[in-house]
């Protein structure tokens, strides 16, 4: 076995095929290309294991917001693993830190969200929404409002309640899920579900219409809470079209049924404000948050809770449910750095009134691309979703092959830009310059070129 110091990229991928189980990819292609090994990061740049640089347009996964190398972070974190490098929250004690921080957010959360609950994941936290307002729901004496509605395409982790709050059958197909007390309605996603001549709005309408179905088929008595992402992200980047937040609060509100706001990847100045609640005008009960929060630098989600909610839980006793690393301190100081670096740099505001329209601008010139269906977007969040006929919206088949080739391609030109069916994703670090847009853009269109080369659509 050779020393890490003297490894060559062979050597590490060797290692790494030896004892590294890996989420999400195919056994099969690991073992026949082997991992891209990743030794550092600059700014929006990974450095891989032979020295070469690849600008990261999904920052990492979703999450990098303030970019890499942010020797401020790694400041924050020395200084608190000096202080108190743990101690937990559980009973009656807390660091200093973590208090700091439930401030911090309580301040940037919206209207009542002003409790919070802490984990090192968002697939946690999502757990931790479905406990709660399940326990929420028993307090209130209607133990029978327990299911969760959610939406195909949505991603809220791999967990087994996150899982089955998801909507994805190949999920649900390992281990089982979804497990009792989930239901799924369609997302408003005009590309794949629009009928002949429906336009975005109406597809807006009958999907938020489909939650009030969906509620009434079950019993507004059986449904605890509807979940949704203000974007849906890994389903393949589907912003909300007008009027549908609206309308679904709408039912929410008018059945007694609690909204819980995903905003594991729309927080933190992602969609042009602090949360995508405010970019969207909604104002949910629940608000779950991850990623962004530390700018992935150290693991910490958060489930904001309304006071309304957060009053019913008090007066409810002990809650029998915590993480050993709930509310780290280590994470907190490194998230209240991130979160003061945000402010600073006005990255919600670059996102909305400068990179973000310019970051959407390059990319519309993608839309004659022969591969190209449909551009769309939010903030720094872009999906380009390939098709074969832009006209009837038709899909590959079979599906996910053109844009897992168009991945592998992105990564040759010097570019992460993540697939997903047929759709290429993008969402870069916040503080991404104009010429690196250009040069994410570039490089993607070369890959698109060498895609629609090979696939034979050139
Ligand atoms: C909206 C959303 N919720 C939850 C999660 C799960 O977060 P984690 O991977 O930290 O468990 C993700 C991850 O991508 C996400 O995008």
């Known amino acids: 076995m050779t020393a890490p110091a003297q490894r060559d990229t062979a050597a590490w991928q060797q290692a790494d095929r030896r004892h590294h189980v890996h989420p999400f990819v195919d056994p099969a292609i690991l073992k026949e290309k082997g991992p891209r090994v990743v030794k550092g990061a600059e700014g929006c740049y990974l450095i891989d294991s032979d020295g070469r640089r690849i600008l990261d347009g999904m920052a990492g996964l979703w999450c990098v917001n ?7 972070l790694v400041e924050a974190a020395r200084k608190q693993m000096e ?14 830190t973590t208090i700091r921080l439930t401030e911090r957010l309580s301040e940037l959360a919206p209207g009542n969200l002003r409790h919070v609950f802490f984990s090192s994941s968002g697939s946690e936290a999502n757990d931790t929404v479905v406990r709660l307002i399940r326990r929420y729901w028993d307090l209130k004496g209607r133990p029978e409002k327990t299911t969760f509605i959610s939406r195909t395409y949505a991603y809220h982790g791999s967990t087994m309640a996150a899982a089955s709050l998801g909507g994805f059958d190949a999920m649900h197909a390992v281990g089982g899920l979804p497990l009792p007390g989930f239901a799924h309605i369609m997302p408003p996603y005009w590309f794949v579900f629009a009928e002949e001549g429906e336009t975005p709005d109406q597809l807006g309408m009958r999907a ?34 007008a009027g549908y937040w609206a309308e679904v609060q709408r039912i929410c509100r008018e059945r007694d049924i609690l ?3 995903d905003e594991v990847i729309t927080g933190f100045g992602r969609t042009g404000r ?4 405010e970019t969207f005008d909604i104002q949910p009960d629940v608000m779950t948050t991850a990623k962004g929060l530390s700018s992935g630098y150290c693991p910490i989600s958060g489930v904001i809770l309304s006071d309304p909610i957060f009053a019913a839980l008090e007066d409810g006793g002990a809650i029998p449910h915590g993480y050993t690393y709930s509310g780290h301190p280590v994470s907190a100081a490194v998230a209240l750095e991130n979160l003061r ?10 996102v909305r009134d400068d990179i973000g329209p310019y970051f959407h601008r390059r990319a519309a010139e993608l839309r004659d691309h022969p591969l190209v269906g449909e551009v769309r977007g939010c903030g720094m969040l872009l999906a380009v979703e390939l098709s074969p006929d832009r ?6 088949d079979p599906q996910g092959t053109v844009a897992a080739l168009c991945h592998e391609l992105c990564w040759e030109e010097g570019v992460v830009i993540r697939n997903m069916r047929d759709v290429m994703c993008a ?9 690196e847009v250009d040069e994410l853009f570039e490089k993607f269109r070369g890959a698109l070129d060498r895609t629609a080369a090979e696939a034979g659509r050139g």
Do not use: H, M
């Not at 303030?66 to 401020?72: A, K, L, P, Q, S």
């Not at 605890?224 to 890994?234: K, L, N, R, Y």
């Open 66 to 72: 303030v970019g890499y190398g942010r020797r401020e």
């Open 83 to 96: 202080e108190l490098p743990y101690y937990n929250t559980f009973f009656r004690s807390a660091p200093t």
């Open 208 to 241: 938020a219409t489909a939650l009030e179905a969906k509620i009434d088929e079950l019993g507004p008595d059986k449904v605890a809470a509807f979940i949704g992402e203000p974007v849906q992200g890994a389903g393949g980047v589907i912003p909300p079209p």
């Open 259 to 261: 909204l819980v706001a």
């Open 274 to 277: 602090w949360f995508g609640s």
């Open 341 to 350: 670096i945000i402010e600073e740099e006005k990255l919600p505001e670059r």
């Open 391 to 396: 006209e009837s919206r038709a899909l590959f």
């Open 427 to 435: 969402a870069p670090p916040l503080t991404i310059s104009r010429a």
